[in-house]
């Protein structure tokens, strides 16, 4: 049973291309060459042409367009050098540099300059708490998440990360509820705030809210493996063991390389009496992701394990 961790670089994805297209089009319609921000000095501003901003609304384009993480950095890089003011670019990178890289102090070097080109963006103070809380530093985390959302109320972003800070750091089952439940009632159509709920209704041993969630997540997108995971592991607390093996089955077909799901799968062995064969998936994932945010229950599950086996 875990959080979907897709959602905030999908989301930040989502809108980019739009946005910054229009904006470009319009300002360089006034002028033959432009500067993106209004935040410089005019005796530090760069005079940026227009060949230099759409060569690195291209790379920026192709940055958003691969899934390799080397890649990614290298075309967002390009994007900035062509364009020092890009913010975007280097949010985007920032996420790149955290979620994939693990260098979490160029990720906030970048993060902190999109923030200075346009503080007034919630998504980059999201993206900023999202980096304090790999890092652990959860309360920076909040802090960033409370300011995004100062500045948009409704930014489902902001409460989805700010679910994840109560959810995973914090432990604060309550107060991870009232966070994802607000990100759903802002877009209801989008999936993973419901595949974290559920999450924390298991925690809290809500199972049949837990497996509702994961049912909405799967009526919005049927191919979000943590839902059948999560679906899976509700099913197996709720006795329904043979539902739970199709569902984790189901994830790992979608998803084969998520090692997540074998401390799921272990979860459903738990659940079913099957101790023996939880412990070797419990095993499996604590080798293969020793620093992962589940490893911690993972262990503590597998000495109960053990000892049902004693």
């Not at 979620?99 to 998504?123: F, H, V």
């Not at 530093?137 to 109560?166: R, T, W």
Request: proline content about 2%.
């Amino acid at each position: 049973m875990g959080i979907s961790r897709e959602y905030l670089r999908i989301k930040m994805k989502m809108t980019r291309l739009l946005i910054f297209s229009i904006f470009c089009v319009l300002f360089m319609s006034l002028s033959g060459c432009v500067s993106l921000t209004e935040r410089e000095s005019s005796s530090d501003r760069i005079e940026i042409s227009y060949e230099a901003v759409d060569a690195a609304f291209g790379w920026y384009q192709k940055g958003l367009n691969t899934e390799n993480a080397n890649e990614e950095v290298d075309y967002f890089t390009k994007a900035i050098e062509l364009n020092p003011y890009f913010a975007d670019a280097y949010s985007m990178r920032a996420l790149v540099l955290a979620e994939n890289i693990g260098d979490y102090d160029k990720a906030l070097t970048d993060i902190n300059r999109a923030i200075s080109l346009n503080p007034q963006k919630a998504d980059y103070f999201s993206c900023r708490g999202y980096i304090f809380r790999l890092k652990k530093q959860p309360y920076k985390a909040l802090a960033n998440c409370k300011k995004a959302i100062s500045i948009d109320a409704q930014n489902e972003l902001a409460h989805f990360e700010m679910g994840n800070v109560f959810a995973i750091s914090l432990r604060n089952y309550e107060k991870a509820i009232e966070s994802y439940s607000k990100s759903i009632e802002i877009e209801p159509n989008q999936p993973y705030a419901y595949v974290n709920r559920s999450f924390t209704y298991y925690m809290i041993e809500e199972y049949q809210k837990s497996f509702e969630d994961c049912d909405g997540a799967l009526q919005i997108d049927d191919s979000v493996a943590k839902a059948y995971a999560n679906r899976g592991i509700a099913n197996a607390a709720l006795g329904n063991y043979a539902q739970a093996v199709e569902d984790i089955a189901q994830a790992m077909k979608i998803a084969p390389e998520d090692e997540d799901f074998y401390y799921d799968r272990g979860l459903i062995y738990y659940h079913s009496g099957e101790y023996q064969k939880a412990i070797l998936d419990f095993d499996r994932y604590i080798q293969q992701v020793p620093n992962g945010i589940y490893v911690q229950d993972a262990k503590r599950i597998r000495k109960k394990c053990s000892a049902k086996l004693k």
